[in-house]
């Protein structure tokens, strides 16, 4: 399969991503990882972002990118898209929230990013 993608393809990837990551399985597991995280920013990323690596995997291979390195091409991919389009923008911005940690405005993180 070329690995290029047009833009409706590229937000039906994304709603795909949603749908996978808010199933129950899939989201129990993602918030059992935040709870066993606690407020540690390192814990957080080393315990929920693989899950949701994981899943975007998944998804993404039934469009054509195999791997993590499907994951990596077509992420840049998305990238492209998602300067000029707002759809994009904001379906990628809800899957960032489920692997950045929360930032409380009153304290520092634990590490810088």
Known sequence: M???INLET??????????AITL???SKRINDAKSASGKETIKFFQNVFPIVM???MQVVTKYGFAGREGLVLYEQLVREFENTDQEIARLREQIRQNYLPPMSSGSSPDILI
Do not use: G
Not at 10 to 19: F, M
């Open 2 to 4: 070329s690995h290029s």
């Open 10 to 19: 590229t937000r039906s990837i994304l709603i795909d991503i949603l749908k």
């Open 24 to 26: 129950p399985e899939n």
């Open 54 to 56: 994981e899943i975007q």
